[in-house]
């Protein structure tokens, strides 16, 4: 069964790219290139797709807003974010409302397809970067009620923001490389349990929270 | 005077402009006085201590004889300032390599009767050169390393040229250095020379091409100032001599910068108000004095972006429209082909990195050392992913809330990347480290690798790359450490003093 891949993404001409890039790519096949973040939402549950690439800067509704309303609607599907620069505030935000990755434009075609594949294995792959902002974000929103990393979650999560691939992590703890991964995706599923509600009504208003 | 501006309409002390004649006399006085005010307000940065115009004449003179006159307050090692020395040079004769007449020339500090540094040409170098340094050279090896005497040739190379790295002295081919002397008491001074620097409105001691910057140390305490010239041949000319405290006092001021185009400025401005009040004109002119200041913070800002977009965007743009459009006409040869395209390829997504990062720089939501941290962790993260090295970030998580300008964050940026492209290509590391550390107001970044180092005393590493690296961190009131060993890998730290905490 092949991948079936969205695009959301205003740049016509990156946007006919994409679309070559997946068609062309063997496993993967583009099920729907969208314009605009209205326009996803209206047409990509008419074309389920199980990823979908969604730019950050989208003319009206913002890439952030789109991705929170694309996991309402259909929790199932992977959203990964595709940005121009570094932008850590809204990749942050994507990534609370449920985006499982994002990728920098400048990122090669190769690995543009391999993170897709990776993301649709159910891996949750956590960049350096990316786990920084999660420290940042535990530390800064400490609030008794909401879950907190366990131990061994913010020993994986720390050396993963020293630069350590999983396989080394898994070495340094004792730990097989599936269990470092599932911490990771309980890590990110904590992140957006906790930031969902905050987040949601930071968004949407506070009546359409869910 | 009916015509009253709304905005003073609404002063209380408006009657006063209904004035008689010999006040408004008195106003035209006053805008003299205001228009020199705004001269001095403009050129406060520094001042030329003194000027020589010359010319002198040294030929074979041994000592020669002090032109300074005590004119300017004498350094010694115990000193901790900034002097900026110019000068033209116009040499007599040729110097040509080989020739059995050896010959030195150029401005030599004199120290209580003993020779301190000189700059123009040593005795053993071919081309110019600055003599009676102490130091290692920052940048070249000694001219003439292999006889000890402390010669450093000076980088000459003109920009946008394929002239070589030095300049050797011709006849009637004149000339202009100018060099900072940074004193640090009890130690040497860091000398750094600019070979015909760009001293036309606008630019600074910044803005100069690197390829025609040199830096070492010397010993450059002085009381006098020779003009010297021994050995064979027939002697140089020297003119126009100045010392001053900054470089922008060498540089021409724009148009609008000239005294009198200030002056006409602000008494058109006068005129225009029809002679309103004092207040107001003093406010309009600070205004007035504040955003001509602004408009030439934000020229220099302008200035730098236009050249990192032609430097980093278009030359490689132009390389890529040079390749896609090469003659492809062997297109059955499909290898040339997909070089072609691996080529293209791999330009454009340097391009596209180098795009981001300017963006990132200009964009004054970025204006934070968080900032600066998570983006140089994204960067490194993503230069070294497909290569063979593994890099690891020692970056603490939180940090206290500095601002850094759109120029510290650009240097810096450009700084670390030349550091990881130096590893990526020369180290033979499999593990790197990019450290960041904050200790008193000082900022150290830290690029350290486990590769194959190099023996400082023997080899001169990096090449331009180091040399960029010291300009960038150089131009931002920072320096550039470098510790190696051969075997031992290597390590190059940027540090640099932070602005106060807001």
Request: hydrophobic residues 30%.
């Given at each position: 069964m092949s991948i079936a891949v969205a695009i959301v993404e205003d740049g016509k001409r990156l946007r006919a790219q994409l679309v070559a890039l997946i068609n062309g790519a063997r496993g993967l096949r583009c099920v729907g290139a969208y314009a605009s973040g209205e326009q996803a939402l209206r047409e990509l549950p008419g074309h389920p797709a199980d990823v979908v690439l969604m730019?950050?800067?989208?003319?009206?509704?913002s890439g952030v807003e789109c991705t929170g309303r694309l996991k309402q609607l259909l929790p199932a599907l992977q959203v990964v974010i595709l940005t121009m620069y570094d932008d850590s505030e809204r990749i942050f935000q994507a990534l609370e409302m449920g985006a499982s990755g994002y990728l920098l434009k400048s990122t090669p075609p190769g690995d543009i397809l391999k993170a897709i594949a990776d993301v649709r294995q159910g891996g949750a792959p956590m960049s350096s970067y990316i786990a920084r902002q999660v420290v940042q974000f535990f530390a800064r929103r400490a609030s008794p009620k909401a879950p907190q990393l366990a131990p061994r979650e913010e020993a994986v999560l720390a050396l993963v923001a020293q630069g350590y691939l999983n396989k080394e992590i898994a070495e340094q703890l004792g730990l097989s490389l599936e269990t470092v991964r599932s911490y990771l995706k309980s890590i990110y599923e904590k992140l957006q349990v906790r930031s969902r509600t905050e987040a949601a009504m930071k968004v949407f208003g506070p009546s359409k929270a869910g | 005077m009916g015509h009253a501006l709304p905005v003073a309409r609404g002063l209380g002390a408006l009657n006063k402009r209904r004035t008689s004649r010999p006040l408004g006399r008195r106003r035209r006085a006053r805008a003299w006085w205001l228009a020199g005010l705004l001269g001095c307000a403009l050129h406060a940065s520094g001042a030329v201590l003194w000027r020589g115009p010359g010319p002198w004449e040294a030929h074979d003179n041994g000592a020669g004889v002090d032109v300074l006159h005590g004119e300017v307050k004498p350094q010694g090692n115990t000193s901790s300032s900034t002097l900026f020395f110019k000068f033209s040079v116009e040499p007599l004769s040729d110097a040509i390599?080989?020739?059995?007449k050896l010959y030195e020339a150029g401005l030599v500090l004199y120290e209580r009767g003993q020779e301190r540094l000189g700059v123009g040409k040593g005795l053993v170098a071919h081309a110019y050169s600055a003599f009676?340094?102490?130091?290692?050279?920052l940048f070249l090896e000694p001219a003439a390393k292999s006889h000890g005497i402390g010669e450093f040739d000076l980088r000459a190379q003109p920009k946008d040229s394929n002239a070589g790295l030095l300049e050797v002295p011709l006849r009637g081919i004149v000339r202009t250095i100018l060099f900072k002397v940074h004193y640090a008491p009890g130690d040497d001074a860091l000398v750094t020379v600019w070979f015909q620097p760009d001293l036309t409105p606008g630019n600074t001691e910044f803005s100069q091409w690197p390829g025609q910057i040199t830096q070492f140390k010397a010993k450059a305490a002085f009381d006098e100032l020779h003009f010297c010239h021994r050995g064979g041949g027939e002697g140089w000319r020297f003119s126009d001599l100045a010392v001053a405290t900054?470089?922008?006092?060498f540089v021409a001021p724009h148009v609008w910068q000239q005294g009198w185009v200030v002056g006409l400025a602000a008494l058109l401005g006068l005129g225009g108000l029809g002679g309103s009040l004092w207040l107001l004109e003093r406010r309009q002119v600070r205004r007035r004095v504040l955003k001509l200041e602004r408009a030439r913070d934000l020229d220099q800002e302008r200035a730098r972006i236009a050249r990192d977009l032609h430097d980093d965007l278009g030359v490689r743009l132009a390389e890529i429209s040079l390749l896609a459009n090469q003659d492809h006409g062997r297109a059955d040869n499909r290898e040339h082909l997909a070089q072609a395209l691996r080529k293209i390829a791999g330009i454009a997504h340097e391009t596209a990195q180098m795009a981001d990062g300017i963006v990132w720089a200009v964009n004054p939501r970025n204006d934070t050392l968080h900032h600066l941290a998570n983006y140089l962790v994204q960067f490194a993260e993503n230069f070294f992913r497909p290569t063979p090295i593994r890099c690891r970030l020692d970056v603490p998580v939180q940090l206290p809330p500095y601002r850094l300008s759109s120029e510290l964050r650009h240097h810096l940026l450009l700084a670390v990347k030349e550091a990881c492209h130096n590893a990526a290509r020369h180290s033979g590391a499999t593990e790197l480290w990019l450290r960041l550390n904050l200790a008193e107001a000082t900022l150290v970044i830290s690029i350290e690798d486990n590769g194959r180092g190099f023996d400082p005393q023997t080899v001169a590493e990096g090449g331009d790359g180091l040399l960029n690296m010291r300009t960038r961190m150089t131009s931002v009131g920072g320096r550039v450490e470098l510790a190696a060993a051969p075997g031992q890998g290597m390590r190059i730290q940027l540090v640099v003093p932070l602005p106060p905490e807001e």
């Open positions: 730019d950050l800067n989208l003319p009206q509704m | 390599t080989g020739q059995t009676n340094a102490t130091g290692r050279g900054a470089f922008e006092d």
